[in-house]
């Protein structure tokens, strides 16, 4: 009888006391990014607190998100150049300066540039902190490995919002201080902590005859970039989150502390829940956990045109929130395993680009869905999730770890199409 491969069904203890050290590195440095991330919480209120208008708040928040969308999409070709260590501590330690700039920079059209700034250095590190993860991390444990970084940033994003909120109420004018401090921690450790790279060798640039090896692009794999665009499809519409549902939960007589105490549900479920349920979903085959996530996050808004109530809102959270849990883990992954040698980077930062690009726009159009009709976004969401699932599961493979494991450079083997 053969001995049973311990790597096929690690136990959680055994999972997170054998992280590489690369993987530790940025997890640490994610969760020390979102406990000290009171730009992005708050930035709405330092801007008024600084005597800015209406219309001015929504032009700076919306030149924040078009330049987090820049970031996280251009993050991969600066880590080709100078490589994923490089840029993570760059992504950090700029986060830092430039937070700390904006403590002394007061004026609407530098404080709107700084913003825009920090808001590309913030997001340039996720794509690439998954890519060191993906690289670090065994192909069978891919799943379970995101899970963890992504628990460490729930954690760091819900405690950021507390101590936050604390700091705020007396110190609001050094909340940019904090965020800063938190960030040039987050850089130091990511230089002394995550291994050294091989150095490349030297390129003479005048001598067109050596140009840079580089793995084929995402764009290169029709089916990869199809699918990186659902999941953008599918955050556009778990964006609503943050758009059109707190609008109808206040509308309908609710306090805006409810929707904040199910925003806490959401989160305390994603740390509680998200590591267990990877481990168990790491070895099917991609496609169940994905459609299965997706039909979760489309239904959990849909069931709002049932008519608001505490049932309706609370089983709303719980199928979205086991949709998050499903999804979010499983498509860094399936970027991963889908890239071929030496181009993660560029796999992670479309994935990347495609899901901050719905994050951006989700708020925004469900709003604007909700003053047309407040049924809208509702019906609008379930129609989307049929045909987004649908492709899904016609587009991500049944094989088993097909996509998650496959290095091959031919993109039909690597998204798993059968010959």
């Not at 490995?145 to 110190?171: C, P, Q």
């Not at 401090?181 to 390129?203: C, D, H, N, T």
């Not at 140009?211 to 519409?237: E, K, N, Y």
């Not at 709002?304 to 086991?322: F, Q």
Request: hydrophobic content about 50%; glycine content about 12%; aromatic content about 10%.
């Amino acid at each position: 009888m053969t001995e049973k491969d311990p790597n096929l069904s690690p136990s959680l203890f055994r999972t997170l006391t054998s992280i590489p050290r690369p993987i530790l590195a940025v997890t640490l440095s994610v969760f020390l990014n979102r406990i000290g991330g009171f730009f992005a919480i708050f930035l709405t209120l330092v801007l008024a607190g600084r005597g800015y208008g209406p219309n001015e708040i929504t032009l700076g928040l919306a030149v924040v998100a078009i330049c987090g969308v820049a970031g996280a999409g251009v993050s991969g070709i600066v880590a080709e150049w100078i490589g994923s260590k490089n840029t993570v501590v760059l992504s950090t330690g700029l986060s830092a300066f430039l937070s700390l700039s904006l403590v002394y920079v007061q004026g609407y059209a530098g404080t709107i540039l700084l913003a825009g700034l920090m808001g590309a250095s913030l997001q340039a590190f996720s794509p690439i902190a998954q890519a060191i993860i993906g690289e670090a991390s065994p192909p069978e444990q891919r799943v379970s490995m995101f899970a963890v970084y992504r628990v460490a940033l729930n954690i760091g994003v819900a405690g950021g919002a507390f101590l936050g909120g604390l700091w705020a109420s007396e110190h609001m004018g050094t909340l940019l201080l904090g965020n800063a401090i938190a960030s040039a921690f987050s850089s130091l450790l990511l230089f002394f902590v995550l291994p050294g790279q091989p150095r490349k060798e030297p390129r003479n640039w005048k001598d067109k005859r050596k140009p840079v090896q580089r793995g084929p692009g995402p764009l290169s794999d029709p089916r990869f970039a199809a699918v990186c665009v659902l999941f953008g499809l599918t955050s556009l519409v778990y964006a609503q989150h943050t758009g059109s549902l707190p609008l109808a939960v206040t509308d309908n007589g609710f306090s805006a502390g409810l929707f904040g105490s199910l925003l806490a549900m959401n989160a305390l479920l994603v740390i509680v829940f998200e590591v267990p349920i990877a481990l168990g979903v790491q070895r099917l085959p991609v496609r169940i956990p994905i459609v299965l996530g997706a039909a979760c996050v489309f239904v959990g808004f849909l069931v709002n045109a049932l008519g608001i109530g505490w049932l309706v809102l609370i089983g709303g959270v719980l199928l979205w929130t086991l949709g998050e849990i499903l999804v979010s883990p499983v498509s860094a992954a399936i970027a991963s395993g889908a890239a071929p040698a030496g181009a993660g980077t560029r796999y992670q930062a479309f994935l990347g680009f495609c899901q901050m690009a719905g994050m951006s726009a989700g708020p925004a159009l469900g709003v604007f869905l909700y003053g047309i009709d407040p049924q809208l976004p509702w019906l609008a969401s379930g129609v989307l999730g049929f045909f987004v699932a649908f492709l899904f599961f016609w587009l991500l493979p049944l094989d088993p770890g097909r996509l998650t494991t496959q290095r091959s450079n031919d993109p039909n083997i690597r998204m798993g199409k059968q010959p």
